[in-house]
């Protein structure tokens, strides 16, 4: 393995919240994976504020595997805060993040960074389930469904026209992970990371996958708190959807109104400017055309925030290159800085065994 100063070729983020019955089994799988694929690489597991013994357990891992670096905090941060930590963390040239439950399995991550081996131009790729050759196995009827409706309806208003577009498994070349300026905490981090790169033109592509349910622990997909934040990113991503659903409705109703009124006259003779349905027919029609514009304002906005991720790509490329021009990229120095929930035993333990080879244990 390759010291501090140098990036690894491969590193596999690995967020886990109340993991300890599958995160050790997990890391060896990933060794074996990982030790096929490359001689050099690393695991970043990010303890994101577990209340069992996952961090117990995953700091046992990494002392038996040098390669293993943990990342811990309290409390409790979500998806995104965890995947963000980690991250900011790895340093490969190549990073992969994938679920703590290996649910995708590992040999998804050599299809991953083989593919963009093959393909230099490409700078993303995406393991999906919903691929025409991907499938999902042993997943509960109810979140398959959830899952491929709610990618196909966020997929229909990004540019690309994935099949997925919330899953975390993914490969990522180091030049993208560093041009992003990401702030989502929940799971809607995904969609973040797709938009702003897809906006910053970078290329983005997906290899089919196939999507076990879990063997081990219990399932940590809510409905409420996935939906919700996707359906708002629709909204903001296509603002017009909204607004010109709602003006087109208006629009229409004042005219079947206007219909109406217009037969009545033709038919009846009857003509009164001043009944109630007249009011309603211009406040309709007015509504209407003012909501849609509200809709091609709002697009225009989502043009701007484009533009303004690229700017933030231009200051982090900046902030990136003074930090390497002033200091040798390195870990923190975190020797003797284990959690205090750990035994005093376990602390001199940690102590002693940092002068053996680097520190790797650390909270942010």
């Known amino acids: 393995m390759n010291g501090y100063d140098i990036a690894p070729e491969v590193s596999v ?16 799988q990933l060794r074996d994976t990982l030790n096929q694929l490359t001689d050099d690489w690393e ?30 905090y309290k409390p409790n941060g979500g998806r995104g805060k965890a995947l963000r930590t980690g991250l900011a963390h790895a340093r490969g040239k190549i ?10 399995g590992t040999a998804v991550i050599a299809r991953l960074v083989n593919e963009l081996r093959r393909h230099p131009d490409v700078d993303l790729v995406i393991a999906s389930p919903h691929h025409p050759e991907g499938k999902l196995e042993d ?22 026209r994935f099949h997925t577009v919330s899953g975390m498994t993914r490969a990522y070349r180091r ?10 905490n929940g799971k809607e981090i995904h969609i973040e990371i797709l938009t702003k790169a897809i906006a910053l033109g970078y290329r983005v592509t997906e290899i089919p996958a196939v999507l076990s349910g879990r063997k081990k ?41 206007g219909l109406y009124l217009t037969w009545q006259r033709i038919a009846y003779g009857i003509w009164h400017p001043d009944r109630p349905l007249m009011t309603i027919l211009l406040l309709l029609v007015l509504a209407g055309t003012q909501i849609l514009c509200f809709g091609f304002i709002g697009t225009q ?36 800085r284990e959690r205090e929930e750990l035994a005093p035993a376990e602390k001199a333990s940690g102590e002693a065994s940092a002068s053996a080879r680097p520190p790797k244990l650390w909270q942010p």
């Open 43 to 72: 695991i970043v597991l990010v303890n994101d504020g577990s209340t069992d013994r996952t961090y117990e357990v995953a700091a046992e891992v990494a002392h038996e595997i040098p390669e293993v670096r943990i990342v811990s």
């Open 13 to 28: 983020v690995v967020p886990m919240y109340n993991e300890e019955e599958s995160i050790a089994d997990t890391v060896h």
């Open 95 to 104: 990073i992969v993040t994938i679920e703590a439950d290996l649910s995708w």
């Open 301 to 336: 906005i989502v043009g701007l925030r484009r533009e303004l991720y690229k700017v933030q790509r231009g200051y982090l490329r900046i902030q990136h290159q003074l930090s390497a021009l002033t200091s040798a990229p390195s870990p923190p120095d975190i020797a003797g």
């Open 139 to 160: 997943v509960p009827w109810k979140r398959a469904l959830i899952s491929r409706l709610g990618n196909r309806i966020v997929g229909a208003v990004m540019p690309g």
């Open 217 to 257: 622990g219990n399932s940590k997909f809510k409905f409420r708190a996935t939906a919700i934040p996707h359906l708002l990113f629709c909204l903001f991503e296509k603002p017009v959807l909204l607004f010109g659903a709602i003006g087109l409705l208006c629009i229409a109703v004042g005219g079947m109104i």
């Open 175 to 184: 030049h993208v992970v560093e041009s992003l300026e990401l702030e989502s």
